[in-house]
């Protein structure tokens, strides 16, 4: 793989405008402007990143987290800019926009997340796997289609639909991004069929060909050709890497605002970032400054930019690793054992202490009911239309999801895309409606 032609400018479904010989450098931004006024996006303030959404203290939701990995990834992405165009100053590519293109693609990363936090996913999945989906498997694959796709359901395969499929009454190319910041969301580039059970691939089968004319033309590598697998789009790394520094870091955060976790926890966790003379000056900080949140919020921003420093350091050092398609695992494993061992002690801590807490268990408990609940009464309205009942719920679907497609893979994906999209409260609200246990305002 090479720069120049992985950095394109070149638009999905607006090929035929596209001209090779003048490159507008500002179209990179475009794709975060487009993203940044999206419907999907807005919908993200109302769906949960871990927490449930209170009303008396503001903890993240999938809307502030994707900006805070957005900031981080503009970081990534504008030092690694700057160092490539000084290794290459005759270079055509566009290094000066790679902060833009990881920016954009951060932005989008968890826009195909269904409600509910991470749980979301699981229920969708284990309504397949587990719940009274299941009863459909032998049809979808009697069909020929593919039904790891629905077992394994992943929010990032969803996000690369979301951005890049016509809906019905949509534009053709979807959100139109420019291939390069498609590439950046695919943190698996390979089919549900090597997933290997597990909640990880980056597409559908019905995007499958979608995504490797865009890999073609990037010039990413293939890994194998069936079941498919591509070399990971080198700037997925900068994206990756956001995420995994904010997700770890904003949590203990929120978990320090809801008085999960203790101010003296928090301080431990931050400072075990930093080797004891930089500990020594932050204390020091930490002497002048009162107010705990305030605290936190300033040990917060120093491990971040410890780790943007560390990640970018491991880019650079492996720039040719991840042009070959060889690099493996994520840049946060390969950072210093010191800053490595800080980090897998906060992930250690959230795991026991926060992602196993009380708030967090019964959102997923409420999350795996309604979830298994819509898709059941959805799709079994999609298999039978003509029922009076089902005419009823059908009504109600937005027509850009296509209840009457000509294939059962269809009508069910149509139904998860719907499910998926919705926020954390109209997935309640409709639950309510429809069980009768909540009826509209007169």
């Not at 090779?20 to 794709?31: A, L, M, P």
């Not at 989906?133 to 796709?149: C, M, N, T, V």
Request: aromatic share 10%; charged share 25%.
């Amino acid at each position: 793989m090479n720069w120049e032609q992985l950095l394109s400018t070149k638009r999905f479904g607006m090929e035929s405008y596209h001209d090779e010989k003048t490159h507008d450098r500002t179209e990179y931004q475009r794709d975060y402007d487009r993203l940044i006024f999206s419907s999907p996006f807005r919908r993200l303030q109302n769906k949960t990143q871990v927490f449930p959404l209170p009303g008396s203290i503001f903890v993240h939701n999938r809307l502030t987290h994707s900006l805070e990995v957005s900031s981080v990834g503009r970081s990534l992405g504008e030092i690694v800019g700057r160092e490539l165009r000084r290794r290459y100053p005759d270079s055509p590519a566009h290094f000066e926009e790679i902060a833009s293109i990881v920016s954009a693609a951060c932005l989008a990363h968890d826009l195909g997340n269904p409600p509910f936090g991470h749980s979301g996913e699981q229920a969708i999945s284990t309504f397949f796997s587990e719940g009274k989906g299941k009863s459909l498997q032998a049809q979808i694959e009697k069909e020929g289609s593919r039904w790891s796709d629905f077992t394994c359901f992943e929010g990032n395969a969803n996000a690369l639909r979301l951005l890049i499929h016509q809906f019905r009454g949509r534009r053709e190319g979807g959100f139109a991004l420019t291939y390069s910041t498609i590439a950046s969301i695919v943190k698996y580039p390979f089919s549900s069929e090597l997933s290997g059970g597990k909640n990880k691939f980056g597409f559908f089968a019905s995007e499958e060909s979608d995504y490797s004319t865009i890999a073609g033309d990037l010039g990413i590598a293939t890994v194998n050709e069936q079941p498919l697998k591509f070399a990971r789009f080198p700037l997925v790394f900068l994206v990756e890497a956001a995420d995994d520094i904010c997700y770890q870091v904003m949590d203990i955060e929120d978990a320090h605002k809801l008085h999960l976790v203790t101010t003296e926890k928090a301080i431990e966790l931050f400072l075990n970032f930093f080797d004891e003379p930089r500990k020594e000056r932050r204390m020091q900080t930490l002497a002048r400054v009162s107010d705990v949140n305030e605290q936190i919020a300033y040990l917060r921003a120093s491990v971040i930019g410890e780790l943007v420093n560390e990640c970018v350091d491991v880019f650079l050092e492996n720039e040719h690793l991840l042009l070959s398609g060889e690099f493996e695992g994520s840049l946060i494993k390969r950072i210093s054992s010191k800053t490595k061992e800080a980090y897998a002690e906060c992930s250690q801590f959230a795991v026991s202490s926060i992602y196993r807490s009380k708030e967090v268990l019964d959102v997923e408990i409420a999350g795996y009911r309604i979830i298994g609940f819509l898709l059941e009464k959805f799709i079994d309205a999609a298999l039978t239309p003509n029922h009076a009942y089902s005419r009823i719920l059908l009504d109600r679907i937005p027509e850009q999801y296509e209840t009457a497609a000509s294939s059962l893979y269809g009508k069910i994906q149509a139904m998860v895309d719907y499910v998926s999209g919705m926020t954390d409260v109209y997935a309640l609200d409709l639950y309510r409606k429809i069980t009768g246990m909540g009826l509209p305002a007169i």
